[in-house]
């Protein structure tokens, strides 16, 4: 179990462990598929081991404790890893459907949105819908499956220093082991908006496709807009659905 470690404090909020009231252990399934005693990518996942996910007494996040490793997660959404091989032939449709409802937000954001920056961009669908409605846009991700025509980069090296418009990470941020420092990150890198969507999990139903390996945090809407404010940004609005959770927040800088 080399790959799994003990979270010792809140990702969010950073209390101690201690004021955490216990979780529910679930079947381990990635994406969706119950798995056995075996090696994914180099990642070992057994059958008999539970997602056992906390919840902060102090903040509320809900968080898997134990969770992979950084070096594991690295592996598990490499360009070749097992999340790649799972996602990238089934979810263009999820994609889009998620990129329409966003560009429609930024198109009637209040200022003028002329470039946008789209962390774990996928596919690159709502990039592919910023060039159709004229928004200067690119993507990072450390996929290679993105659609043609869109600019889509591997890391944060190549958007160091810039600034955008609006910063956008769609179903990113529940699959991250530091929300805060990603939030902080985001904000960092717009001058303006930051576009967060999360899905709208419930813990106590194990038939949610959401309740997945790879989904380290569970965020109630009050819990991710308190850590918008944590990070210094104001909400804007925090649209919800069936199924997700939105929160626009604008930088206060």
């Known amino acids: 179990m080399n790959d799994w470690a003990n979270v010792a404090n809140c990702p ?22 119950p798995v056995m005693w075996s090696e994914w990518a180099g990642i070992t996942i057994p059958l008999s081991f539970g997602i056992t996910y906390n919840r902060c007494l102090h903040c509320g996040l809900i968080y898997q404790n134990p969770q992979m490793t950084d070096d594991a997660l690295e592996r598990f959404y ?13 979810n263009y449709k999820v994609e889009e459907i998620r990129a329409k409802r966003i560009i429609s937000i930024v198109k009637e954001l209040e200022c003028n949105t002329n470039t946008l920056l789209d962390i774990g961009c996928g596919h690159g669908e709502l990039l592919h819908l910023c060039q159709e409605n004229g928004i200067d846009a690119v993507g990072i991700d450390a996929s290679n499956y993105a659609i043609d025509g869109v600019m889509v980069y591997p890391d944060f ?12 990470m769609l179903h990113y941020l529940e699959h991250t082991t530091d929300p805060m420092a990603e939030l902080r990150r985001a904000a960092s890198l717009s001058n303006k908006y930051v576009i967060v969507e999360v899905p709208l999990m419930n813990l106590y139903d194990n038939t949610k496709r959401f309740l997945n390996i790879q989904h380290t945090m569970i965020f109630d809407p009050w819990v ?9 940004m104001e909400i804007v609005n925090t649209p919800t659905g069936a199924n997700f ?7 206060t800088k």
């Open 157 to 168: 090296d190549n958007v160091s220093g810039n600034q955008y418009d609006a910063v956008t």
């Open 12 to 33: 969010l909020c950073g209390v101690d462990n201690g004021g955490v009231e216990s979780g529910k252990s679930i079947p381990v399934h990635v994406h969706s598929t």
């Open 224 to 232: 991710l807009v308190t850590a918008f404010k944590m990070a210094g």
């Open 245 to 251: 959770i939105i929160v626009i927040g604008r930088l």
């Open 78 to 90: 490499s360009a070749d890893g097992l999340y790649r091989t799972l996602t990238k032939k089934d």
